[in-house]
Nanobody, 123 residues
Framework: QVQLVESGGGLVQAGGSLRLSCAAS????????MGWFRQAPGKEREFVAA????????YYADSVKGRFTISRDNAKNTVYLQMSSLEPEDTAVYYC????????????????WGQGTQVTVSS
């Protein structure tokens, strides 16, 4: 079991930046691939980014490629999502997720989820 708690969401103007954090507790953080997903009002939850156990592999949705960066600090049991050049279309609740298998996170079917943090981008 792993527990995930997101933070760092808020209101930002278009073109601005935010950094989300996800703190993990429970079993060994470095045993899990991590990911970020988001759900906008009236839409299904969608994949944003994933990172492998060691951090050597990353994977992004086309919609955020070049603007968002996922990273992790295994010593701090934390995964980050640096978001830049934000657009109103990025407005959503952002969820952190974990799974022992990287492919499961990339596929959008991780075993563990956080509660989410709201990101609102104003135009």
């Amino acid at each position: 079991q792993v527990q995930l708690v997101e933070s760092g969401g808020g209101l930002v103007q278009a073109g601005g930046s935010l950094r989300l954090s996800c703190a993990a507790s429970g079993r060994t953080f470095s045993s899990y691939a991590m990911g970020w997903f988001r759900q906008a009002p009236g839409k299904e939850r969608e994949f944003v980014a994933a990172i492998s156990l060691s951090g050597s592999l990353t994977y992004y949705a086309d919609s955020v490629k070049g603007r968002f960066t996922i990273s992790r600090d295994n010593a701090k049991n934390t995964v980050y999502l640096q978001m830049s050049s934000l657009e109103p279309e990025d407005t959503a609740v952002y969820y952190c997720a974990a799974d022992a298998a990287f492919r499961m996170v990339r596929a959008g079917t991780p075993s563990y989820w956080g509660q989410g943090t709201q990101v609102t981008v104003s135009s």
